[in-house]
């Protein structure tokens, strides 16, 4: 499968692109069954969120935000990251031979029910040490997202554009409180996904999601590739984990 000529424009222009029911609902399924037996039974390495709850803030409530490195997990995991019909859609959009980076996303994301935070806006490259920003990520639906249970929203076009250090606060979050950012934030979109939904985006794309306000948990699959070209820095966490060469496979 290949992307047309205005699909691909899209990305290019936006910083993202929705591939709808690209996966099958079968593996779908079966990824979240297995993702819940790993959540149920915190097996590491997870990302967790805390805070204090109760009447008097006296109880420490702890929600794993992330299971990390699931490549690795499980052969489902493994499987559905090496798949091959994506390959030359990624081949298009990176323009080069892609290469899974285990370092970053590599991931089965939550929100869960009531418990889960606000994601901030923020671009994931910031974070991130390579030549260049060359990287796609690649979010699977695993049941419906949408706004109340902390569908991914994106600032079209933001890949593209240079931003000055004191936009973010820190080196993490673009600041929602000055009048520049606030301006841009008005531009954001997003779009409901259901099961087996595929969304592309770009390592320099501003996103954000809600906090999940709704009783079910929303779990989702990310995982991230760059160009073959694009290498990473010595010394920094881009470095510390393999890399997979899809055109190997």
């Not at 205005?6 to 990824?31: K, M, P, W, Y």
């Not at 690649?138 to 049941?143: C, E, I, K, S, Y």
Request: hydrophobic fraction near 35%; proline fraction near 2%; include cysteine.
């Amino acid at each position: 499968m290949k992307l047309s000529t205005s699909e691909l424009e899209q990305f290019n222009s936006d910083g993202f692109l929705v591939l709808r029911q690209f996966a099958d609902h079968e593996l779908c399924d079966t990824i979240l069954e297995l993702a819940k037996v790993h959540l149920k039974y915190k097996i590491l390495p997870i990302e967790t969120e805390s805070e204090y709850v109760g009447e008097d803030k006296e109880v420490l409530r702890i929600t794993v935000r992330r299971l990390r490195q699931v490549y690795q997990r499980d052969i489902v995991f493994k499987t559905w990251m090496e798949n091959k019909e994506v390959r030359p859609i990624l081949e298009q959009v990176l323009q080069d031979a892609p290469v899974l980076t285990l370092a970053h996303h590599n991931s089965i994301m939550t929100k869960m029910p009531h418990t889960s935070t606000e994601t901030s806006w923020h671009q994931d490259i910031r974070y991130w040490n390579f030549e260049n920003d060359n990287l796609v990520s690649v979010w699977l639906a695993l049941d419906e997202e949408y706004d109340k249970n902390g569908v991914l929203e994106f600032i079209p076009g933001s890949h593209k554009m240079q931003f000055a250090a004191e936009q973010f606060e820190g080196k993490q979050y673009f600041s929602s409180t000055r009048l520049e950012n606030q301006r841009l934030i008005e531009k954001k979109t997003s779009t409901a996904l259901q099961k087996g939904d595929v969304v592309l985006f770009h390592g320099r794309l501003l996103h954000r999601a809600n906090k999940n306000s709704t009783d079910k948990a929303k779990i989702s699959f990310v995982y991230t590739v760059k160009g073959k070209k694009n290498r990473s820095i010595e010394g920094t966490r881009s470095s510390a984990y393999p890399e997979i060469s899809l055109e190997q496979l």
